[in-house]
């Protein structure tokens, strides 16, 4: 099986400048070493649904509707 990236919100963030100021997707990609094309489609989607707060979820952590990291518990966060 593959090894998950995970990509800095940093990343993620110049990543949908550049995509929002008009730079091929291609040229995004390789700048900033991002592997997979569909990833990019990912962040853009949340972009524009405003769910800026799944740009800080861990790799792999999917949380149900209207809960997040404020609402796990002391346990879970650490």
Do not use: C, D
């Amino acid at each position: 099986m593959a090894t998950r990236v995970s990509y800095p919100v940093e990343v993620k963030m110049k990543a949908i400048e550049m995509r929002l100021a008009g730079i091929l997707v291609k040229i995004a990609l390789e700048e900033l070493n991002i592997k997979i094309h569909s990833q990019l489609k990912t962040w853009m989607k949340w972009h524009r649904e405003g769910a800026h707060k799944r740009f800080y979820q861990p790799v792999g952590k999917h949380y149900a509707y209207g809960k997040g990291t404020e609402n796990e518990s002391e346990t879970v966060r650490l």
